[in-house]
């Protein structure tokens, strides 16, 4: 069994900073991508930052210069560097992980729970 363990979230001012982490629970066979996703109250859910196998990253363009996904692979957690917040960014965020957990398995999307992250002044 897969999880992943989200923690960081909170309340912080515009201009502000957070970092989020998301621990996974077991090493991967294979993993293609650890990604943070983040869906605000009545909108969906949006892919906000991607790191790849190879360490390729991706960005949504609402977050290009202000956020930053980094990942430890010998802690087994992916990391969400949030800065200049701004309201707007207002949401639970959401790690997930694409892959396999051992050789004969097929890819899979595994999701944490969430954490809030809440911009306000």
């Known amino acids: 069994q897969v999880q992943l363990v989200e923690s960081g979230g909170g309340l912080v001012q515009p201009g502000g900073s957070l970092r989020l982490s998301c621990a996974v629970s077991?090493?991967?066979?294979?993993?293609?991508?650890m990604d943070w996703y983040r869906q605000a109250p009545g909108k969906q859910r949006e892919l906000v930052a991607r790191i790849t196998s190879v360490g390729r990253t991706n960005y949504a363009d609402s977050v290009k210069g202000r956020f930053t996904i980094s990942r430890d692979n010998a802690k087994n957690t992916v990391y969400l560097q949030l800065n200049s917040l701004k309201p707007e960014d207002t949401a639970v965020y959401y790690c997930?992980?694409?892959?396999?957990?051992?050789?004969?398995?097929?890819?899979?999307?595994?999701w944490g729970q969430g954490t809030q992250v809440t911009v306000s002044s």
């Open positions: 997930a992980v694409e892959g396999a957990t051992t050789w004969n398995e097929n890819n899979n999307r595994y």
């Open positions: 077991r090493r991967f066979f294979s993993i293609i991508s």
